[in-house]
């Protein structure tokens, strides 16, 4: 992956994610933040099915917010991989 230049709008995202039924929390450097948002539970539902020829298995739901709809990330699935056996509690 292709490195980018650190500006004032480069933070730090700390997420908790779950590894062979451990949690842990984390930090993602992003290059920049648009929005945070708090969604009721009642406003998330399930992730659409497109068949298969999109895979769906990275998004944890839609979040419904007034007139618009986001997408949410299984952040498990997206941090999954080799890259995680190395964390240790």
């Known amino acids: 992956m292709e490195t980018t ?3 004032d ?3 730090i995202i700390v997420v908790e ?3 062979d039924d451990r949690k842990f929390s984390t930090g993602i450097v992003v290059d920049h ?3 945070v948002l708090d969604i ?3 406003n998330i539902e399930d992730a659409p099915q497109f068949g298969a020829a999109v895979d769906t298995d990275f ?4 979040g419904k917010i007034g007139d618009s709809v986001k997408i ?3 952040i498990d699935k997206v941090l ?3 890259g995680l056996d190395g964390i240790s509690a």
């Open 5 to 7: 230049e650190v500006t």
């Open 9 to 11: 709008e480069t933070c």
């Open 17 to 19: 994610i779950t590894q």
């Open 33 to 35: 933040v648009q929005e």
């Open 40 to 42: 009721a539970g009642q």
């Open 59 to 62: 998004i944890l739901g839609m």
């Open 72 to 74: 949410l990330l299984d």
């Open 80 to 82: 999954a991989g080799d």
